[in-house]
């Protein structure tokens, strides 16, 4: 039977958390001490936002298991539980977040063991806490918090789960909270001091996409990233030694880039050698296409650019052998219809060119 419950706030979900009527009043109190950084409680922040009330999942606590594998599996299900419930809804990076007190998010995105938790707790300690573990924002850069409890590793035993209060971690502005920067951690312990440096998105995009979560779900995909890019600035690189040389830096990880490169979009409806129609979004910075397609981002160089333009505008072979002649000039060695031919073949198979374009072999 279940003896209680706490509901919290993960990402604009209301998940709830059903403690088993066994399970001992300490571990209860450690689960809610934990979580009351974004726990929907009376009077809260979250409380006072939560336009429903109604649970978006619920997650049975139990006595099975050890209690600290326990409390770190709990994190775990409760951000999985957020991320299904916003699939399609929400852009959602693996990353942390901290909040200046006009509502300015700066995004730190990375993969685990790239330091996203060290940095939160040192620069919490002067700004917002938003999450150690996940930026989830809308069409219009509103970001939605996840104050969980902060998972620190400890040698040869399960992440503690420590509560943003106990990190001494701040509290959200008192400001709608939009995104401002996103930044692409590399910690380098070698590195003598923080270097900033602008990416270009078909550079930072196969980045991103690997710590992005349900992104083929998020309307328009590829061309959606490349745009919210845009609209923050463009994507940074942070090369770091230390977190504490980190909060000295907020203000160039807000500075501007130069103006971002321009791109138009591409949108492609191939049909496979089975006759199978499928959709194919990319964007085209002229030089290189960044296209996502079959669940994969790819970043296309070199004649491919050339040559995934001229076969989305005409299925005759030699036509788009022609087009590339024009952008590219002739090969200084080989034949071009052969080397038009491969990248058709390659492209035929990420999904982003018809089948019927490549022309069969003669024997």
């Known amino acids: 039977m279940t003896r209680s419950t706490l509901a919290v706030s993960a990402l604009g979900a209301r998940i709830e958390l059903a403690f088993d009527e066994e399970v001992p009043e300490d571990v209860v109190a450690r689960i809610r001490r934990s979580w009351s950084g974004a726990a929907i409680e009376p009077g809260s922040a979250a409380a006072a936002s939560a336009a429903d009330p109604a649970s978006d999942?619920?997650?049975?606590?139990?006595?099975?298991?050890d209690v600290e594998r326990r409390l770190?599996?709990?994190?775990?299900?409760?951000?999985?539980?957020?991320?299904?419930?916003?699939?399609?809804?929400?852009?959602?990076l693996h990353a942390a977040g901290i909040a200046l007190d006009d509502g300015r998010v700066i995004a730190f995105v990375g993969p685990s063991g790239?330091?996203?938790?060290?940095?939160?707790?040192?620069?919490?300690q002067r700004f917002g806490y938003v999450s150690d573990e996940t930026i989830a924002f809308d069409h219009e850069l509103r970001v939605l918090p996840y104050r969980k409890p902060l998972s620190v590793v400890r040698a040869g035993a399960p992440k503690d789960q420590v509560a943003p209060a106990d990190a001494g971690l701040r509290e959200l502005p008192d400001a709608e909270l939009t995104l401002a920067a996103i930044v692409l951690l590399d910690r380098d312990p070698s590195a003598i001091e923080p270097v900033v440096e602008h990416l270009h998105f078909a550079?930072?995009?196969?980045?991103?996409?690997?710590?992005?979560?349900?992104?083929?779900?998020?309307?328009?995909?590829?061309?959606?990233?490349?745009?919210?890019?845009?609209?923050?600035g463009g994507v940074r690189l942070l090369r770091y030694a230390e977190a504490a040389d980190v909060p000295a830096m907020i203000d160039r990880?807000?500075?501007?880039?130069?103006?971002?490169a321009h791109w138009t979009r591409m949108r492609m409806h191939p049909i496979d050698a089975d006759?199978?129609?499928?959709?194919?979004?990319?964007?085209?910075?002229?030089?290189?296409?960044?296209?996502?397609?079959?669940?994969?981002?790819?970043?296309?160089?070199?004649?491919?650019?050339?040559v995934l333009r001229a076969a989305n505008e005409s299925a005759d072979f030699d036509?788009?052998?022609?087009?590339?002649l024009d952008s590219h000039g002739t090969p200084p060695s080989g034949d071009a219809s052969g080397a038009v031919r491969e990248v058709l073949v390659e492209l035929a198979d990420a999904g982003l060119v018809s089948a019927s374009v490549i022309p069969v072999p003669r024997s």
């Open 57 to 65: 999942a619920r997650i049975d606590v139990d006595t099975s298991g």
């Open 253 to 260: 990880l807000l500075a501007s880039e130069p103006e971002p």
């Open 114 to 124: 790239r330091g996203k938790t060290t940095l939160s707790r040192t620069l919490a």
């Open 319 to 324: 036509r788009v052998v022609s087009a590339v």
């Open 72 to 92: 770190e599996s709990l994190s775990t299900r409760v951000t999985l539980d957020a991320l299904a419930h916003n699939r399609g809804r929400l852009m959602m």
């Open 203 to 232: 550079d930072a995009a196969p980045l991103l996409a690997a710590q992005s979560s349900y992104l083929l779900e998020y309307d328009g995909t590829v061309c959606a990233l490349a745009e919210l890019c845009d609209r923050v």
């Open 275 to 306: 006759g199978a129609s499928t959709t194919a979004d990319a964007v085209d910075y002229g030089d290189a296409v960044v296209a996502f397609s079959d669940s994969t981002l790819r970043v296309l160089e070199g004649i491919a650019p050339a």
